[in-house]
């Protein structure tokens, strides 16, 4: 499991880049693609690049966990795979409503 977080860490931190320095245009199949975000290109990059960013850091921490589990005797990798496999879910999440209460705390109507 450690070996898989250090292969999808930088993966995940070079998919969020282009989104947190407003490279990508929009479209319905890469970045932030919640209702909020296709009302206007400005909000298209404002909702995306403040995913971006919580994307990068969940990248970094997911490259923190591999780290920490290759490190760990193989006597705890079961406990390890539970508990960072819980976090990245959770944290997953977390992310996601952030983005939707991102979105509409800085709705203009």
């Known amino acids: 499991m450690a070996c898989i977080h250090l292969i999808v860490a930088p993966v995940v931190v070079l998919f969020s880049l282009p989104l947190v320095l407003g ?3 929009m479209n319905g199949l890469y970045g932030i693609r919640i209702p909020e975000s296709f009302r ?7 909702i995306n690049r403040f ?7 969940w990248g970094l ?3 923190i966990s ?6 760990l005797p193989s006597s705890h990798w079961s406990k390890y795979n539970v508990v ?6 959770g944290s997953l999440v ?8 991102y979105a509409a705390c ?3 109507d």
């Open 23 to 25: 490279k990508v245009k």
């Open 40 to 46: 206007s290109e400005a909000r298209w990059y404002q």
């Open 51 to 57: 995913g971006g960013i919580l994307f990068l850091l």
């Open 61 to 63: 921490a997911i490259g």
């Open 66 to 71: 591999g780290a920490v589990g290759i490190s």
């Open 84 to 89: 960072s496999g819980a976090i990245i879910v």
């Open 94 to 101: 977390l992310i996601s409503i952030a983005i939707f209460v």
């Open 106 to 108: 800085t709705r203009k």
